[in-house]
């Protein structure tokens, strides 16, 4: 077959598909802002001259420490009313003890052994908290440690810790 020396332009495309490719670009568009919209943090509204609200950082710890003192108080009235057995007593008192230290000071002690504990040098109450009340009672066989003196023990570490 002989080839034609005639030059065809390329198909054009019609006004339909120009359509539907910006109309999918606006979508898209659409939902990237949405997405941005509903995902970024929300400012809060102050008006002018309005106190500031959140309260001093020495207020916070003050109340963080009745907070726990009234859980340790919790505990120790549930243990003496035959609510709770001892081992669980010492258990949750050791629990409040760390999360406390946790929430004031931003060590990770729920999560630490006493080795590591100690490796990172934290108070000496709560280190004799640790080893006279709470890890004898929870992991040793044989009857538990009265909780009254963890309780006391508890106490003492949230009183004292800087």
Do not use: C
């Not at 919209?37 to 916070?60: D, F, K, V």
């Not at 931003?106 to 709560?126: F, I, K, M, Q, T």
């Not at 280190?127 to 009254?148: E, K, N, T, V």
């Amino acid at each position: 077959m002989p080839a034609s020396d005639e030059l065809y332009p390329p198909v054009q495309y019609t006004g339909g598909w120009i359509l539907l490719a910006i109309g999918i670009l606006l979508v898209l568009a659409a939902g990237a802002w949405l997405l941005m919209a509903l995902t970024r943090p929300r400012r809060s509204i102050t008006l002018r001259g309005a106190p500031a609200l959140a309260p001093a950082p020495a207020a916070i710890l003050d109340r963080l420490r009745v907070e726990h003192l009234a859980e340790v108080q919790r505990i120790e009235d549930e243990y003496r009313s035959g609510r709770m057995n001892p081992k669980r007593a010492n258990l949750e008192l050791s629990r409040l003890v760390r999360g406390f230290v946790n929430e004031y000071s931003g060590l990770e002690a729920p999560v630490l052994a006493l080795d590591d504990l100690v490796a990172r040098g934290v108070s000496p109450a709560l280190l004799d908290a640790m080893r006279r009340h709470y890890y004898p009672s929870i992991f040793q066989r044989g009857p538990a440690i009265d909780p009254a003196r963890g309780a006391e023990a508890a106490r003492i570490v949230i009183r004292s810790w800087r």
